[in-house]
């Protein structure tokens, strides 16, 4: 079955380290690939996004994640968190070949802290 | 622009009742997903309206739960003789088209008793 494996379930960190949340899924067919962030009493909101072409993709609170087809993974860095990062962040698959629907990750906390 | 809304914010009701989730998407957006999210889960995926039709409804996990969008805006979720199990925050998305990013709304927490 498809899924979407999230590694850490918590990440505390100390502001301005760098992060690193992975993110790995089951397939190497087309894929769509998604972070979310969800900040405390919010909703559901698009980090960052791969669809095709550089497999670098960047948001724009820099925040960064990288395609890797060969080890079908996606994780997320930042070279310096702040505490308002401290968030949810899940990680979003949708396969090409398999409707619309996207596949989440089970979360990762990043808590930072001073 | 307005974002996704969706209604209540909050339900709590008693075990065997009948609840309705109401999510109004992104003015547009022909596409309408409803996702539930149990405690310490990433999001799951019920059902998928392109426009007014039911183009997947694969993950709604038994015939207890139905979802319209009748005039292919809004969309009702519906969820017959709930249960405790039913507990979750359920999230309404939309996008443009299948194929484009879902934009998620802030959820609905129903709380069955």
């Known amino acids: 079955a498809q899924s979407v494996t999230q590694l850490d379930s918590q990440v505390p960190v100390f502001e301005e380290a760098p992060v690193e949340l992975r993110c790995n899924y089951s397939s190497s067919v087309s894929v769509y690939l998604f972070w979310y962030v969800q900040y405390p009493n919010q909703g559901l909101q698009l980090l960052l996004k791969y669809l095709s072409g550089s497999t670098l993709v960047e948001s724009i609170n820099g925040f960064e994640a990288e395609f890797n087809k060969s080890q079908t993974s996606f994780h997320l860095r930042k070279p310096s968190v702040h505490i308002s990062d401290t968030a949810e962040y899940f990680c979003a698959v949708r396969y090409n070949q398999a409707g619309t629907a996207l596949i989440f990750g089970k979360g990762t906390t990043l808590s930072v802290s001073s | 622009g307005a974002g996704v809304s969706q209604t209540p914010s909050n339900k709590v009701t008693e075990k065997g009742k009948y609840v309705e989730l109401r999510c109004d998407p992104i003015?547009?957006?022909?596409?309408l997903y409803w996702y539930r999210q149990s405690l310490g889960q990433g999001p799951e995926f019920l059902i998928y309206f392109q426009g007014t039709g039911a183009a997947d409804d694969s993950g709604l996990p038994n015939d207890r739960f139905f979802a319209v969008r009748p005039e292919g805006s809004v969309s009702t979720l519906k969820i017959q003789r709930t249960e405790r199990g039913d507990s979750a925050v359920y999230l309404c998305a939309s996008s443009i088209s299948r194929r484009d990013t879902q934009y998620f709304g802030p959820g609905t927490r129903l709380t069955v008793l």
């Open positions: 003015s547009g957006h022909t596409a």
